[in-house]
């Protein structure tokens, strides 16, 4: 049974401990946090205002925002556990002077209140020796059927495409729900269109399937789109709309 610690109360570190504690194979042991509460999901007397030296452990989780893993970390330099944080373009250096580093990046938009698969999650993990990768790949594929090695600068590349398609996808279809709204017209109605839009992008490039007035440089259509929409929602038209063209026609 490896025993885990926990710092860290947002949405990853809330599933993280949910799946740690339905594991068969994990004991989560210690879940820290800065609130005077503990987080619901937390088992009675594991839940601590900083990290418990006593307690037997054999890897510690921070997952925090970016910003804070070096502060976090700094109180952890004298721990002889493995540590690792869970962020996606932060380097495995932030977690200097720490002897054991590596990182557990599970490639996912977290949401308190909504469930996902963890099964089908890839988790993306380094370490800077061979033992602690090893340790890495038997935790993850505890979780996960999808568990990857991968370098400081692919997870880079990885956590700027998801942003692109995942933070950036979702900031256009509330857009979309905008105008919806405006015209008093159900947002259900793209659903369909949504769905197909994203099961064709699994199958092939999506350069392949791009259609619709910027790329034709139909201005006609375009200008009466515009005439619609506010003038921030405007702006990011006439700024997605060319770049579509210059993808398309360059």
Same mark, same amino acid.
């Given at each position: 049974?490896?025993?885990?610690?926990?710092?860290?109360?947002?949405?990853?570190?809330t599933?993280?401990? !949910?799946?740690l504690?339905?594991?068969k194979?994990?004991?989560?042991v210690?879940?820290?946090?800065r609130?005077?509460?503990? &987080?619901?999901?937390?088992?009675?007397g594991? %839940?601590?205002k900083?990290?418990?030296? $006593?307690?037997k452990?054999?890897?510690c989780?921070i997952a925090v925002?970016?910003?804070?893993i070096p502060?976090?970390?700094?109180?952890?330099i004298n721990?002889?556990v493995?540590v690792?944080h869970?962020?996606? #373009?932060t380097?495995?250096?932030?977690l *200097?002077?720490? =002897?054991? +580093?590596?990182?557990?990046?599970?490639l996912?938009?977290? =949401?308190?209140?909504? /469930?996902?698969?963890? !099964?089908s999650?890839p988790?993306?993990?380094?370490?800077t020796?061979?033992? $602690?990768? *090893?340790?890495l790949?038997t935790?993850?594929s505890?979780?996960?059927e999808s568990v990857?090695?991968?370098?400081?600068?692919?997870r880079?590349h990885?956590?700027?495409?998801?942003?692109?398609s995942n933070?950036?996808c979702?900031?256009?279809?509330?857009?979309?729900?905008?105008?919806?709204? *405006?015209?008093? @017209?159900?947002? !259900?109605?793209?659903? &369909?269109?949504l769905?197909?839009?994203f099961? +064709?992008s699994?199958?092939?490039?999506?350069t392949?399937l791009?259609?619709g &007035?910027? *790329?034709?440089?139909?201005?006609?259509?375009?200008q =009466?789109?515009l !005439?619609?929409?506010?003038e921030?929602? #405007?702006e @990011? %038209?006439?700024?997605l709309?060319?770049?579509?063209?210059?993808? /398309?026609?360059t």
């Amino acid at each position: 049974m490896m025993q885990i610690a926990l710092i860290g109360t947002g949405n990853l570190a809330t599933h993280l401990a !949910s799946a740690l504690q339905n594991s068969k194979t994990t004991d989560l042991v210690q879940w820290i946090g800065r609130k005077n509460t503990a &987080p619901k999901q937390a088992n009675k007397g594991l %839940y601590f205002k900083q990290y418990q030296n $006593d307690i037997k452990t054999d890897l510690c989780f921070i997952a925090v925002t970016d910003d804070a893993i070096p502060s976090v970390a700094e109180q952890l330099i004298n721990i002889d556990v493995l540590v690792v944080h869970t962020a996606g #373009a932060t380097s495995i250096n932030a977690l *200097k002077p720490i =002897k054991r +580093r590596g990182v557990f990046y599970p490639l996912q938009s977290f =949401k308190k209140n909504f /469930h996902f698969d963890w !099964s089908s999650t890839p988790i993306c993990i380094e370490a800077t020796n061979t033992k $602690d990768i *090893k340790l890495l790949k038997t935790l993850a594929s505890q979780l996960s059927e999808s568990v990857h090695q991968i370098t400081e600068n692919q997870r880079l590349h990885l956590h700027t495409a998801a942003v692109f398609s995942n933070n950036f996808c979702n900031h256009l279809i509330g857009v979309s729900q905008r105008i919806t709204t *405006k015209a008093a @017209l159900p947002f !259900s109605l793209l659903h &369909p269109l949504l769905k197909e839009t994203f099961e +064709r992008s699994f199958l092939t490039r999506t350069t392949d399937l791009q259609t619709g &007035p910027a *790329k034709r440089n139909d201005t006609l259509t375009q200008q =009466k789109h515009l !005439s619609v929409l506010s003038e921030k929602d #405007a702006e @990011l %038209y006439r700024i997605l709309s060319q770049s579509i063209f210059n993808t /398309h026609n360059t």
